[in-house]
């Protein structure tokens, strides 16, 4: 991860806005605490999806919703910090940013977990999500069997997130970032 790859999220982001079209990187907005605890919220309505789908057959499903639960988390703290993503792998390299400045506290696990990569050989959870979308499969065994690990795991998110959603710091985009705005 580097600072080009982030800086290229802004630019293309600001580039598709200029042009009229809906950017697929990262924008600079006003923090917005109420946004981001609107991810929390719709973080935790996707655990009780993930029980709905285990209840009722739906295993399929199950991945892209511990994955969006993530991903919300995500962008919970990116609201925080006045910056819109419509990217994932913006996101994972902003967060990871952020994290390696210690502007915040958060878990490599939890930003490694939405990355995208290109590489076959390197998967992630968004892998697993389009495993069970794409997929003709209904029954996943597999995610059965990672159920309960990965409903902790979430939950773990969504509280390191509220710890910093619900802080009293000012998250501020870091300096070098904005210099290129």
Not at 12 to 41: M, Q, W
Not at 164 to 174: G, H, K, R, T
Request: overall charge negative; proline content about 2%.
């Amino acid at each position: 991860m580097t600072i080009e790859q982030i800086n290229d999220c802004f630019t293309s982001a600001a580039r598709d806005e200029e042009k009229g079209r809906k950017h697929k990187g990262l924008l600079f907005v006003k923090p917005n605490h109420e946004e981001a605890k609107g991810f929390i919220v719709k973080a935790k309505r996707n655990l009780e999806l993930c029980h709905l789908y285990k209840e009722n057959g739906f295993e399929y499903k199950i991945p892209e919703e511990w994955f969006y639960t993530i991903y919300y988390c995500g962008l919970a703290i990116l609201a925080m910090f006045g910056v819109e993503s419509r990217s994932q792998r913006c996101t994972a390299l902003f967060l990871r940013y952020v994290k390696n400045q210690g502007l915040i506290d958060y878990d490599d696990e939890f930003i490694e977990r939405i990355m995208v990569y290109r590489e076959k050989e390197e998967e992630t959870d968004v892998d697993a999500r389009e495993k069970g979308r794409y997929s003709s499969r209904i029954q996943m065994k597999e995610v059965l069997l990672q159920y309960g690990e990965m409903m902790t795991l979430c939950k773990k998110a969504i509280a390191r997130c509220e710890e910093i959603v619900f802080s009293q710091n000012n998250y501020l985009i870091p300096p070098e970032l904005l210099e290129r705005k």
